[in-house]
């Protein structure tokens, strides 16, 4: 059944609504690689490498 327009308080609506819109934080594993922290299911930044083969090939200062 539907309730007024009124009826419901502006505090009961957002604190209704508030519960889907707060953030989650991501979530963060380590390359088994190198150790630096990295998304899920991403190539990692540091050493290029993803579920153990290298992906990137990563230049360093020295092969310039």
Same mark, same amino acid.
Do not use: W
């Given at each position: 059944?539907? &309730?007024?327009?009124?009826?419901?308080?502006?505090?009961?609506?957002?604190?209704?609504?508030?519960?889907?819109?707060?953030? +989650?934080?991501?979530? &963060?594993?380590?390359?088994?690689?190198?150790?630096?922290? &990295?998304?899920?299911?991403?190539?990692?930044?540091?050493?290029?490498?993803?579920?153990?083969?290298? &992906?990137?090939?990563? +230049? +360093?200062?020295?092969?310039?």
């Amino acid at each position: 059944m539907a &309730v007024p327009k009124r009826r419901v308080s502006r505090s009961k609506q957002g604190s209704r609504r508030s519960a889907n819109t707060r953030l +989650t934080p991501f979530q &963060v594993q380590y390359c088994p690689q190198c150790g630096e922290p &990295v998304r899920p299911h991403r190539v990692c930044p540091n050493c290029g490498y993803y579920q153990g083969r290298e &992906v990137i090939k990563m +230049t +360093t200062d020295e092969e310039k």
